[in-house]
């Protein structure tokens, strides 16, 4: 059973294929940044799934601008459930949004009619998990929109798997945090290298100052674990080095 909860926080929307986009405090109001960021990728009209909804403050949020049509926000733990049911209940939309007590996209049902689906806040192996598991309750037509906190390589990669092509990738900060927002469709068939899942394509291209930033600070950590391991030089595993030099080298490229 998957752990659902959420960190939330700006975005800007950019058309399909480049990096994506930015505004203020956590509530059924105003949302924070990672999740301003998110609701500016759900489409105009769409019906959302709110995987791990945490307060509900997105579909909430939404359902208020007038964005959405309907909503599902569903949770796997009772308390977090009962704080999503609250804001939907005093913002008096209970006939719009409907709050599930379900284990990932379990919370979706066939009449829902699912058109976006975002899972925000957890580890991208943890995503990745919720999609694998949810598949029968995936139609293949819904938008993801995903922001995992790290562990990016292994979702791209599953999305891969199972014929999404990535739309729109942004990087944010916070505080002294990366967070990035993946959106994808399902599409033709797409193959990225190994080196764009690790990276993201499409940042990759777009080589954006925060995005060199990152990476600069995770080239000087990596570089100072490789030191570590060859200090210690006896209970690291020769694989794990050998993974972790392939890293630097990509970086030292990707950099260069």
């Known amino acids: 059973m998957h752990t659902i909860g959420r960190h939330n926080r700006i975005p800007i929307r950019l058309r399909p294929g480049y990096p994506c986009k930015k505004e203020p405090q956590l509530n059924q109001h105003t ?9 500016a990728q759900v489409p105009a009209g769409a019906r959302l799934a709110d995987i791990g909804s945490d307060h509900g403050y997105l579909p909430v949020a939404l359902m208020r601008r007038g964005v959405i049509a309907a909503a599902v926000a569903g949770e796997v733990a009772l308390t977090p459930f009962l704080s999503a049911e609250r804001p939907v209940r005093e913002s008096d939309l209970d006939q719009h949004i409907t709050v599930r007590l379900a284990n990932g996209l379990a919370a979706i049902e066939p009449g829902d009619g699912i058109t976006a689906i975002s899972i925000c806040g957890m580890g ?33 990669q599953w999305l891969m798997d ?23 469709e399902r599409d033709v068939p797409v193959q990225y290298s190994a080196q764009e899942l690790y990276f993201g394509p499409l940042q990759m291209q777009a080589r954006s100052p925060l995005f060199l930033a990152k990476w600069q600070r995770l080239l000087q950590q990596k570089h100072k674990t490789l030191g570590s391991f060859a200090m210690a030089r006896k209970g690291v595993a020769e694989h794990k080095v050998q993974d972790l030099a392939r890293q630097a080298r990509w970086i030292t490229a990707l950099l260069g």
């Open 31 to 39: 949302l924070s940044m990672r999740l301003e960021r998110v609701a």
């Open 124 to 156: 991208g192996e943890t995503i990745r998990d919720i999609l694998e598991d949810g598949k029968a309750h995936l139609g293949g037509h819904e938008r993801l929109i995903l922001q995992p906190n790290g562990g990016e390589p292994p979702l791209r």
């Open 162 to 184: 199972n014929g999404y092509r990535i739309l729109c990738e942004e990087l944010l900060q916070e505080n002294r945090f990366y967070y990035e927002i993946i959106v994808a």
